[in-house]
């Protein structure tokens, strides 16, 4: 069986907790045959900082360069809340990112029918919800040029951010979507502001033309503006839609309330194929380091388990290794197992180890 070069960096706060149920995964997948891994791990984030004065040094880099998929915690906490800009947690994660080529971000809104009465909105909007957000990650208007505050005479500011988008920026992660939706219901929703903005033309127009070497996939184009009110209007119309950083920022948080818990959704950032046909990828549970419940047994490990389960299916091609967790996922929680943050009322919450072993063992039953 192949063994995949998988590298850990379970960073700060939750993080640690939430990848150490990941490892035991990784030991229950290993030992049922289903998935070999060589497992190596860094520091990223704060954790960094106290060990290295920075937050990814450049053999942390180098690893995660030469590893076959990359599994992220969450970084950052208050206390390195006074670090130079420069050296913050974050900075690590925008630099794996960034020199990784990371530009296509997926982050997948699914309604666990078991969890329907935690969503915002009415159980039948939401039950059975499946959404996969394809986000534009390294360019558009965090990175523009220029981005800057000037001064002008009168003594007042200035400030300009650059929305920039080119035709191959887009292509790409325009293939990225229709890809997927080939692999899903073969429907694809664009959201950008072409009518009021250069970069929403230009972004209609090439993924329309990108869109003819998918004659099987269905295509659809939306205003940004109105996608997030169908978001929260009609959100099962959705299956894949793409957008750019900004939209993408901003709908992938919408989308991700439909579902209850921020403890409950993975990503995955991805790469662009090489000439072997693999891709640089980087999973990461959408949630931060919760330095209020950090240390407590408190956090929901599901979100690091379903990024795990993303890597086994677009890294490793193991789709029935990612179907076998993620139906074990769904189970422990039919089950009626609950962490604080997904519990209601009069339920009596299980700890994050607790969840990792009712999943676990769901996966041996199951496999
Ligand atoms: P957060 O996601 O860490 O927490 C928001 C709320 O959700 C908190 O109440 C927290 O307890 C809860 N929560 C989050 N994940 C949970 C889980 N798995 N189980 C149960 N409850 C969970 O966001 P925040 O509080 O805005 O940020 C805290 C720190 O995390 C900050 O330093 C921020 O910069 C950082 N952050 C990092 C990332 C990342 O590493 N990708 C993302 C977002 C925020």
């Known amino acids: 069986m192949t063994s995949y070069k998988l590298l850990l960096l379970p960073g700060d706060g939750i993080g640690p907790e939430v990848m150490a149920e990941v490892e035991k995964v990784i030991g229950a997948l290993d030992a049922l045959g289903l998935a070999r891994f060589e497992i190596e791990r860094d520091l990223v984030g704060g954790s960094a900082i106290d060990a290295h004065g920075k937050p990814l040094t450049d053999e942390a880099l180098a690893r995660a360069d030469a590893a076959d998929a990359i599994l992220l915690g969450a970084v950052g906490g208050p206390k390195w809340a006074d670090v130079a800009y420069e050296i913050r947690p974050e900075a690590g994660l925008l630099r794996l990112r960034k020199d990784l080529g990371l530009f296509?971000?997926?982050?997948?809104?699914?309604?666990?029918?078991?969890?329907?009465?935690?969503?915002?909105?009415?159980?039948?909007?939401?039950?059975?919800?499946?959404?996969?957000?394809?986000?534009?990650?390294?360019?558009?208007?965090?990175?523009?040029?220029?981005k800057e505050i000037t001064t002008l005479p009168d003594g007042s500011k200035r400030a300009v951010d650059t929305q920039v988008y080119t035709t191959a920026e887009i292509e790409r992660i325009a293939h990225v979507a229709f890809d997927l939706a080939r692999k899903r219901s073969g429907r694809v929703a664009s959201a950008e502001k072409h009518n009021v903005m250069k970069s929403g033309v230009l972004w209609k127009e090439v993924v329309t033309k990108v869109h003819a070497d998918y004659s099987d996939v269905t295509l659809e184009h939306v205003l940004a503006d109105n996608c997030a009110m169908q978001l929260v209007r009609r959100p099962k119309q959705y299956d894949v839609l793409v957008t750019d950083n900004l939209f993408g920022d901003v709908l992938s948080d919408v989308a991700a309330m439909l579902t209850g818990s921020l403890g409950m959704l993975p990503s995955a950032s991805l790469g662009?194929?090489?000439?072997?046909?693999?891709?640089?990828?980087?999973?990461?549970?959408?949630?931060?380091?919760?330095?209020?419940?950090?240390?407590?047994?408190?956090?929901?490990?599901?979100?690091?388990?379903?990024?795990?389960?993303?890597?086994?299916?677009?890294?490793?091609?193991?789709?029935?290794?990612?179907?076998?967790?993620?139906?074990?996922?769904?189970?422990?929680?039919?089950?009626?197992?609950?962490?604080?943050?997904?519990?209601?009322?009069?339920?009596?919450?299980i700890s994050t180890s607790e969840m990792g072993d009712a999943i676990i063992r769901e996966l041996k039953h199951a496999a």
């Open 104 to 146: 296509a971000n997926l982050r997948p809104a699914i309604c666990y029918p078991a969890l329907a009465d935690a969503s915002a909105l009415k159980r039948e909007l939401v039950e059975g919800l499946d959404i996969m957000i394809v986000r534009e990650l390294t360019g558009g208007v965090y990175f523009g040029e220029p």
């Open 272 to 349: 662009a194929v090489d000439a072997k046909g693999s891709r640089k990828a980087l999973y990461e549970p959408v949630h931060g380091s919760a330095p209020d419940i950090a240390g407590k047994g408190y956090a929901n490990p599901i979100a690091m388990i379903g990024s795990l389960a993303m890597c086994l299916r677009y890294s490793f091609g193991l789709g029935e290794a990612a179907d076998l967790l993620e139906s074990a996922v769904t189970r422990t929680l039919a089950s009626g197992a609950r962490t604080r943050d997904i519990a209601a009322e009069g339920i009596t919450p």
